[in-house]
């Protein structure tokens, strides 16, 4: 049972390159999100979707775009790289109602 | 403003005894849930448990208990007989409904160490 998987694990990113990384769900959810850590903090909301099609912005989504086309899949993408989002990238899943959120494993990224 | 608040950024726990996490949360929403999650030095995130606005009982998993305050806006989370592998970092998070967006945020962390 794979639940939320993060597309890549790790990652380093030159200041200006562009990037997307790719969150899958295998359980049918209709809510996915996605948060960044820095270092000895809590996550911050960047974007959400609350079904395929949707999105919509977090507390930090400048620098970043999303897009939901498929109800399983949620893509963060990164257009101009800046080193002020290096970070953890976690993903997350849930259904509706009073259920968990899953959590993908989260994206180690780099940007230098 | 913040939605969700943790004001003790960390904490020492003697091993065998309980420990409480504060959480206050802000929402003008009637339909929302709280949770928590605790998070290893490994990174992966573990759902503790869950209250529902509406749910009347305060939530209990195991040695996790939330102790619900409604009119407070508070939702801490009881450790019982802390063992050593509660050393991590725990997170409130706050689900909202409809009316809000159904937003999932989350508040700065409490970091846990328990000692022997």
């Known amino acids: 049972n794979a639940g939320v998987t993060q597309t890549p694990k790790f990652r380093v990113l030159k200041t200006g390159q562009s990037m997307t990384l790719l969150c899958a769900q295998d359980m049918n959810h209709e809510y996915m999100y996605w948060y960044r850590q820095d270092p000895g903090m809590g996550l911050r909301l960047i974007h959400y979707?609350?079904?395929?099609?949707?999105?919509a912005k977090g507390e930090v989504p400048d620098g970043y775009n999303v897009s939901r086309l498929k109800k399983q899949n949620f893509l963060l993408g990164l257009e101009s790289a800046a080193p002020s989002q290096t970070s953890v990238y976690f993903c997350?899943?849930?259904?509706?109602?009073?259920?968990?959120?899953?959590f993908g494993q989260g994206t180690r990224l780099t940007v230098v | 403003a913040q939605k969700i608040t943790q004001t003790q950024p960390g904490m020492f726990v003697q091993e065998k005894e309980a420990v409480t996490l504060d959480c206050t949360y802000d929402t003008s929403d009637q339909s929302y849930g709280l949770f928590w999650y605790k998070q290893p030095s490994s990174g992966e995130m573990i759902f503790l448990i869950y209250q529902g606005s509406y749910d009347e009982q305060n939530a209990t998993e195991g040695r996790y208990s939330l102790n619900f305050q409604k009119a407070r806006k508070s939702a801490n989370l009881v450790i019982s007989a802390s063992q050593l592998g509660d050393s991590a970092m725990y997170f409130c998070?706050?689900?909202?409904?409809?009316?809000?967006?159904?937003?999932?945020?989350f508040g700065g962390g409490t970091r846990v160490l328990v000692k022997p």
């Open positions: 998070a706050m689900r909202e409904g409809k009316a809000a967006g159904n937003k999932l945020t």
């Open positions: 979707s609350v079904g395929e099609g949707t999105t």
């Open positions: 997350a899943s849930r259904g509706g109602g009073g259920t968990e959120a899953f």
